[in-house]
């Protein structure tokens, strides 16, 4: 499904910021990959590389899906070839209410590919099944999108466009980070709910507690913008009890 | 305040004036003496000009409309049909409609509803209706301010509504001021008098139409009266044609326990000014103003909004945003001044603006003159761009670029259109929001990711 060939990136506009330094990662079909690393070791930038945010610039490799580059794709695109990013800090956005929003992602996303929209009827329906399947506030969506929602709030908002784009891969750039332990439940039910032999999902995370509700297929340690160690469920428990202090200390070694 | 040449500017309006002066003969002789006075102030100022120490002027450049010539007193024909498909229409209003500055009985659209007499201005002149002859030039006219000096000196016609007291409308009271189509420029000095009785509650809209392509030059003035716990929801909409000059002024007096709430959309005119001023003159009075403003081209847009709080416990609350593009330039000028008497005043004023071009400009001045000690006022003003971490949000759920463009500006100017209430207007106001964006973005530069 996603193939990372030696990706680096930078900081746009900034001279030796390279922050991803050759990562190589195959996502296959309907698996779930974690991807685990300190602080600053590039897990988020890699994220946001991958949907294209325009802060980063990509120095070498590729990225493909399904067998072709995505590189030169604008976000709209990848998102349009089924690509969803969750953010970490979903942005704010006044006057413009979740279903218009949302109407307008899927409506592009239609034209596209060359299919007809959605009726302003049918969507209706799909969005107030989702907004119950995930339990968010129906108040709630009808305020501007994400303006003065609590971070449990912003993050079941990411679930509920999770759920109505449908997404073939779906990366979430530590959506844990600020939730209590029942915030967190909910958007790992979320995502256990929409795994399937179709959907992939990259899950960004520091620590290994959301692991504890989604298990992934397959671990990696990023640090210091490569991954340093692949593994299986268990390398996340590795992670929790001994820290990244000597995968640190190994990728300092190298430098 | 410093002007110069007011000669040339007499020189302009002068043959106009002295034929009106010709056909004074059935006009009341305290109206003579209120032109009189007009243009007599106005021959001492002449037009206002962009110079140091002139600070009402100094962000504004009238100087395409000093270097133009307008007739005078030439109408046209118009047709409802041409009102309603320029303008918000609702059968169920009274609509009273004014062409080229005279009131037009065949085109108004007046029910008979108790309460309420709306109508010409002229006729309530002559016949010498309520107040008409203490109130009318009484806010604005004997003023030292240019616009409202010559609107003064030409006073003719326009629209007058009396609420009697004690009366509640609940369906909207339109007053559309709307130019005809015509090659000649022209100038007209509509006037509006609105006289509300004690406890009544009346919608008022007040709309600028311009039908012609022609630059044409347009004073309006705007006075009213809010009698003891009245309560009037006001709009006021100008779509001028982007080649005209509209210099408007509101004026309101407040009597205790009124409430004024205000909401202003600005979009038309090479050159346009929202001069309102609210005087809170009497305890418990409170306004709210607020509006939006989209400037595209090179269109300038001035929204001079002042309140004085003459009486103790008064709240007045200005809070406006602005969305500029092209070399379009905008000005907020919010004055909010506290008089020695008006303790317990409640102040607030507020200006937000979106840049959507490098070559669009902002002048943001709000400013607070407090006299009373006992205050709460707070004031601020902004001016951003739009947010690349929230475009790139839209962008990542498969809205391309441009319609996120779309979506953030149309955002941005939601919860002042939610303010328009009545179905009709605020359908209107959205309509025209929805064409003017498009616009305001092909035009745009400062936005968006290659």
């Keep these: 499904m996603l193939e990372i060939n030696n990706l680096h990136a930078s900081v746009v506009d900034i001279e030796n910021s390279e922050i991803l330094k050759g990562i190589n990662l195959k996502v296959g079909k309907g698996e779930v990959h974690a991807i685990m690393g300190p602080n600053g070791s590039g897990k988020s930038t890699l994220a946001n590389v991958l949907m294209g945010r325009p802060d980063y610039l990509v120095t070498d490799g590729d990225v493909t899906l399904e067998g072709e580059s995505i590189l030169e794709l604008r976000p709209d695109q990848r998102a349009h070839l089924g690509m969803f990013l969750a953010f970490q800090y979903p942005a704010e956005i006044p006057g413009v209410r979740p279903w218009q929003f949302l109407k307008a992602a899927l409506d592009s996303k239609a034209e596209s590919r060359g299919e007809d929209k959605m009726s302003v009827r049918n969507f209706s329906k799909l969005f107030d099944e989702k907004v119950e399947a995930v339990g968010i506030n129906p108040n709630l969506v009808k305020r501007s999108l994400n303006e003065g929602f609590s971070g449990g709030e912003k993050k079941r908002n990411e679930m509920l466009q999770l759920e109505v784009l449908q997404p073939a891969l779906a990366i979430l750039d530590e959506t844990d980070s600020g939730l209590d332990v029942d915030a967190l439940r909910i958007v790992a039910e979320g995502v256990n709910s929409m795994r399937s032999p179709e959907r992939s999902f990259i899950v960004v995370t520091h620590y290994q507690r959301l692991l504890n509700y989604i298990t992934p297929d397959v671990v990696h340690i990023l640090v210091k913008g490569k991954i340093v160690k692949t593994g299986g469920a268990d390398l996340a428990l590795e992670v929790e009890k001994d820290g990244y202090q000597e995968y640190l200390e190994a990728a300092g070694a190298n430098a | ?450």
């Design chain 2, 1 to 450: 305040m410093t002007l110069a040449t007011p000669a040339a500017a007499v020189e302009k309006f002068s043959g106009a004036y002295e034929s009106l002066v010709a056909g004074n003969s059935d006009v009341p002789e305290w109206l003579k003496a209120v032109r009189q006075q007009g243009w007599a102030t106005f021959s001492e100022l002449g037009l206002p000009t962009k110079r140091r120490g002139n600070e009402l002027w100094k962000y504004t450049n009238l100087q395409p409309l000093a270097a133009a010539d307008f007739a005078y007193s030439i109408g046209g024909s118009v047709t409802v049909d041409q009102i309603k498909a320029a303008g918000p229409w609702d059968d169920a209003w009274n609509t009273v409609v004014v062409v080229d500055g005279k009131f037009s009985a065949e085109l108004s659209n007046l029910h008979d509803t108790v309460g309420l007499d709306a109508g010409s201005l002229a006729e309530a002149i002559s016949s010498g209706k309520g107040d008409i002859e203490s109130q009318l030039a009484s806010l604005a006219g004997r003023e030292e301010y240019a616009f409202t000096a010559l609107s003064t000196a030409f006073i003719e016609d326009g629209a007058y509504l009396a609420i009697a007291d004690g009366t509640e409308l609940e369906q909207p009271i339109q007053v559309v001021f709307v130019t005809s189509d015509d090659p000649e420029s022209r100038a007209s000095y509509p006037r509006l008098v609105v006289d509300a009785g004690a406890n009544t509650s009346i919608v008022l809209i007040e709309t600028y139409l311009n039908l012609s392509e022609s630059s044409q030059f347009s004073a309006p003035v705007a006075e009213l009266f809010a009698g003891d716990k009245s309560t009037i929801r006001h709009y006021r909409v100008q779509i001028e044609n982007e080649n005209s000059f509209h210099l408007g002024t509101t004026r309101v007096r407040q009597l205790g326990d009124t409430n004024f709430t205000s909401t202003t959309f600005a979009v038309g005119a090479s050159i346009a000014r929202n001069d309102v001023h609210t005087l809170l003159d009497a305890p418990g009075a409170s306004c709210t103003l607020h509006g939006l403003y989209m400037t595209s081209g090179s269109q300038q847009q001035d929204q001079e909004i002042s309140t004085t709080h003459a009486k103790p416990g008064c709240t007045s609350n200005q809070f406006y945003k602005g969305i500029l593009s092209g070399k379009s330039h905008a000005v907020f000028s919010g004055k909010v001044v506290v008089m020695r008497d008006a303790q317990k005043s409640d102040a607030t004023q507020k200006d937000l603006n979106l840049l959507l071009s490098r070559g669009a400009e902002i002048d943001a001045k709000p400013s607070l003159e407090i006299y009373a000690d006992d205050v709460v006022a707070a004031h601020g003003a902004t001016a951003g761009h739009v947010d690349k971490d929230t475009l790139f949000y839209l962008q990542s759920r498969g809205v391309d670029e441009e319609a996120a463009k779309a979506i953030l500006v149309r955002g941005f100017a939601e919860e002042m259109l939610n303010e328009f209430e009545p179905k009709a207007l605020n359908d209107f106001v959205e309509r025209i929001t929805d064409e003017r964006i498009p616009i305001l973005l092909e035009e745009s530069d400062t936005i968006g990711t290659a």
